[in-house]
């Protein structure tokens, strides 16, 4: 849903061999200079695969930053514009259900019933998973965190993290860009935030792909109610 007629937010789609390859992205800013920034990155992620389809996640958001930096003059000069993208973007091997991701700024969620004893224990000391669990839900919703830096230009700039995760079947996975949680609304005219979020795709994890996004739309548009929507919103769900 973008705020204007073009977009900031953008995703990108493949399927490589027995991998399926999915990349949720929110520029900086909206309307024209966004959807400028993303162009540069769907072109940028397209040159990537040509070059090396066989990449792992860290490595293709590591070539894409350095090909944004190189592409807007990035040099990290002061009054330098400071143009970039978050990012989240999973690799998951169709054959035995191991996910790759690599997150800059942005998370991924993973939807899963009761998770084992065997798995939780398996993550205790794991600083980038994190899991809520409301007492009223079967069901639990697993975080994996991004690193704290943007594709593109940045104070501290290390390289991109990746996280192996394996999936079940039936997991729901959720990525998506700031838009929906910034909304303004609500009877406080307050943003709806991470938490009202996560309970809400908690709330859809009965229903059909297809219906989980009309629901999500009419939650989105009922918390609006008369303000403006602020930002370009893009959600993305799979089910495993």
């Given at each position: 849903m973008p705020r204007n007629i073009v977009s900031g937010d953008f995703y990108w789609f493949k399927i490589i061999?027995?991998?399926?390859?999915?990349?949720?992205?929110?520029?900086t800013g909206h309307g024209v200079p966004g959807a400028f920034v993303s162009?540069?990155?769907?072109?940028?992620?397209?040159?990537i695969f040509a070059e090396n389809s066989a990449l792992a996640s860290d490595k293709i958001v590591n070539k894409l930053r350095d090909k944004i930096k190189i592409s807007l003059k990035q040099k990290g000069a002061e009054g330098e514009q400071k143009d970039g993208m978050d990012i989240s973007i999973y690799i998951i091997n169709n054959t035995d259900l191991?996910?790759?991701?690599?997150?800059a700024q942005n998370p991924v969620y993973i939807v899963r019933k009761n998770p084992s004893t065997e798995f939780l224990k398996s993550i205790e000391n794991?600083?980038?998973?994190?899991?809520?669990?409301?007492?009223?839900?079967?069901?639990?919703?697993i975080e994996l965190k991004p690193d704290r830096m943007p594709v593109g230009i940045h104070l501290l700039e290390n390289e991109f993290s990746r996280q192996d995760f394996q999936l079940l079947k039936n997991d729901l996975i959720y990525s998506f860009s700031d838009g929906y949680a910034d909304q303004f609304g609500g009877e406080k005219n307050e943003k709806l935030m991470s938490q009202r979020f996560k309970n809400i795709l908690l709330s859809?994890?009965?229903?059909?792909?297809?219906?989980?996004?009309?629901?999500l739309h009419q939650e989105f548009e009922s918390w609006k109610g008369?303000?403006?929507?602020?930002?370009?919103?893009?959600?993305?769900?799979?089910?495993?």
């Open positions: 061999e027995n991998k399926t390859v999915i990349v949720t992205a929110d520029c162009l540069l990155g769907i072109s940028f992620l397209n040159e191991q996910m790759q991701y690599t997150g794991n600083k980038k998973i994190r899991i809520y669990a409301p007492n009223n839900s079967d069901y639990s919703l859809l994890v009965e229903h059909k792909i297809d219906d989980q996004k009309k629901i008369y303000n403006s929507q602020l930002d370009d919103i893009l959600v993305i769900g799979l089910k495993v």
